[in-house]
């Protein structure tokens, strides 16, 4: 759905198949949450954006590769 839509018809926050998906881009990386019920969409997306202030403090920036390499299978 996202990969679809041109990026100025997108919103971060959408609803299909009764499952709702809020969802923010930082340096051309999707970070996303699901929910089947009635969540609060602002805490969600607020703790989105915590997650990227702690990955960006792990890995020193946020992009692909740096996850990439810090990766272990």
Known sequence: HIQEKDEMELRPVFTEDGITYIYIKCNNLLLMAA??????VTLILFYLYKLTTVFKDYFGELEEESIRDNFVV
């Open 35 to 40: 929910t089947k019920k009635n969540s609060n």
